[in-house]
C-alpha cells in the first residue's frame, strides 16, 4: 500500500469512436470498479460527447462525469452552458465541464483558427459560469458578446470547470479561474514543472492551492505484458510527440527534427511509418504504460508531485474491458479503498 | 427453440464463465454495429443491475452473440461442455 492511499481520485478517459453501448457498457463497468469521473472527449467526427454522456448517466449513478474537453472554438460556450446544465438535471451533482482550447489538427479540417485562446478561455469559463448560475449576462468581451443572455430553466447546483492546459500560460490561467486544472501529461518530470505556472495562478486569484483539482490527463495502456501495452500505446503516442512544442520535447531529449518526421508522416497517412518512429523513450515521456507494477510505479511518482486525480486516458490497454478490470485489481488496491467487486 | 429456454438450459454453476465469455465475444466482435439497439439498452440495464450472469441476462447475452457471432457462439458452447445447447442453437441458426 502506497502512502498517497486515499488521497487521490481517478478519472478514466472515453472516445466515443465506439459504439454507444460499448462506451456505456465501459463506463458501468468504470463506476462498479470504483472510478470518480468520468471524461469522454469532444470530437465532431467521433460520435457526440453530450449524447454519449446522457446515456452514460442514464445507467451510473455516482460516478462524475463531464466532457473531457470541449471546446469554445467549434461550440459556443452558452451551448455549452445549457448542456452540461441539462445534464445536471438528469444527475444532479455529478457534471462537471472540462473545458480547453481545442485539438490543432481537428478544428483545421473545418477550418477554425485557434485565435486569442487564453481570452477565448477565460471569456468561456465566465459565460458558462454566469449562466448556469442563473443570471443573465451581458458581456462585450475580446472575443465573445453576448447581451441579455439566460436559461429558461434553473440549475439546482454550481458546476466545477476544469481546465485543460499545457504551456505555462494557460496553466496560469485555468488554476487562477477553474475549479480543477486537467494537465496534459503523463509523467512527473512534465507534472513538476506545471506546478511552478499552477501555483502563480492560484496565488494570482488569492485563492487556496487545497481548493483546485489538480489532474493528471495521461496517456495510459495497461497489460499483463509489457510489449502488448507498448502496442497499444504506440499510435497515442506518435499524436502526442506529433503535436507536442519544441520546449517539452527537449525536456525529454526527443529531436524536434525526429517529431516533425512523425508528424509529416501522420499528416500524409504514412501510419506505419510513424507509428515505427516511436521508441521506448517517447512512450516514457507520453504515456503511462506497462505492466501494473510500471503503471503503479508511476501513478505514484504523479501523486507525490501534487496531483489529485489521475485521468485514465486513451487507450486504456489492448483490451479495454480486460484492462479497466486489471486497474481495479491491480492497481487501485495501491491507492484507494475497496469499491465494490474488484474484478468485473 | 427460443433463445430464452435455451438459455434455461445452462447450468447455475457455468453462468459466471458463460457470461464472462459471451461478454467478451459480443464487445469484441468485429459485427457489433449489427447489435440491436433495443437489445444493447436491455443488456445494459442488466449490467448496471450485476444481472448478466443470471437466467435473464444470459438470455440477452446469448441473444446478442448469436446476432453477431453465431458459430463463435456455438463453439463457446461446445467448450463448456454444453452438448444439448450446442444442438439447440444449431437449429436456430
Keep these: 500500500m502506497r502512502d498517497v492511499f486515499c488521497m487521490v481520485e481517478f478519472g478514466i478517459e472515453f472516445v466515443p469512436r465506439d459504439l454507444y453501448w460499448k ?22 467526427n467521433n460520435r457526440n460527447v453530450y449524447v454519449s454522456l446522457a446515456i452514460a448517466s442514464a445507467y451510473t449513478e455516482r460516478i462524475k462525469f463531464g466532457p473531457g474537453v470541449t471546446n469554445p472554438y467549434l461550440v459556443h460556450p452558452v451551448v455549452t452552458a445549457q448542456a452540461v446544465a441539462t445534464l445536471n438535471e438528469i444527475a444532479p451533482g455529478r457534471v462537471v465541464c472540462g473545458l480547453g482550447a481545442g485539438d490543432k489538427t481537428t478544428l483545421q479540417m473545418v477550418n477554425i483558427k485557434q485565435r486569442k485562446p487564453l481570452a477565448t478561455i477565460r471569456e468561456s469559463v465566465h459565460i458558462i459560469r454566469e449562466i448556469t448560475s442563473g443570471r443573465a449576462l451581458e458581456m462585450q468581451g475580446a472575443v465573445f458578446k453576448v447581451s441579455g443572455t439566460k436559461l429558461n430553466f434553473k440549475v439546482a447546483r ?29 509523467h512527473p518530470r512534465d507534472v513538476e514543472n506545471a506546478m511552478t505556472f499552477i ?37 497515442v503516442v506518435a499524436y502526442i510527440v506529433a503535436g507536442s512544442p519544441e ?75 480486460k484492462s479497466i478490470n486489471m486497474i481495479a485489481t491491480e492497481v487501485f488496491p495501491q491507492f484507494k479503498e475497496a469499491v465494490g467487486e474488484k474484478r468485473i | 427453440m427460443a433463445l430464452e429456454k435455451i438459455a434455461r438450459n445452462i447450468p447455475e454453476s457455468l453462468w459466471n ?3 464472462e465469455k459471451l461478454i467478451e465475444i459480443t464487445l469484441n466482435s468485429p459485427n457489433a454495429s449489427k447489435m440491436p439497439s433495443d437489445l444493447a439498452k436491455t443488456i445494459l440495464y ?10 435473464v441476462g444470459l438470455h440477452r447475452l446469448l441473444e446478442a452473440s448469436m446476432i453477431l457471432e453465431p458459430e463463435k457462439t456455438i463453439s463457446l458452447m461446445e467448450e463448456l461442455g454444453l452438448s444439448e445447447i450446442v444442438v439447440m442453437l444449431k437449429e436456430t441458426v
Design chain 1, 23 to 44: 462506451t456505456t457498457f465501459y463506463a458501468i463497468q468504470a463506476e462498479k470498479i470504483g472510478f470518480d469521473h468520468l471524461w469522454i472527449t469532444d470530437h465532431f
Design chain 1, 158 to 186: 454550481p458546476i466545477p470547470i476544469f481546465i485543460g492546459a499545457q504551456g505555462p500560460k494557460m496553466l496560469a490561467l485555468a488554476s487562477e479561474i477553474g475549479d480543477g486544472v486537467l494537465i496534459n501529461a503523463s
Design chain 1, 199 to 235: 501555483r502563480q495562478g492560484v496565488d494570482s486569484a488569492a485563492k487556496k492551492f487545497d481548493d483546485l483539482n489538480i489532474s493528471a490527463y495521461t496517456s495510459f495502456s495497461i497489460a499483463s505484458n509489457y510489449d502488448k501495452a507498448f502496442k497499444a500505446v504506440v499510435p
Design chain 1, 247 to 321: 520546449m517539452i520535447l527537449k525536456r525529454h531529449e526527443i529531436s524536434v527534427e525526429f517529431a516533425g518526421e512523425i508528424r509529416d508522416a501522420i499528416v500524409h497517412g504514412r501510419w506505419k511509418e510513424a507509428f515505427s518512429r516511436v521508441d521506448n523513450n517517447m512512450v516514457e515521456a507520453f504515456s503511462i504504460c506497462g505492466t501494473p507494477e510500471n503503471c503503479v510505479d508511476k501513478i505514484d511518482k504523479l501523486v507525490k508531485v501534487g496531483v489529485d486525480q489521475i485521468v485514465v486516458g486513451s487507450p486504456i490497454g489492448p483490451n479495454m474491458r
Design chain 2, 17 to 19: 464463465i458463460a457470461s
Design chain 2, 46 to 55: 442488466y449490467w448496471q443491475r450485476d444481472q448478466l450472469a443470471t437466467e
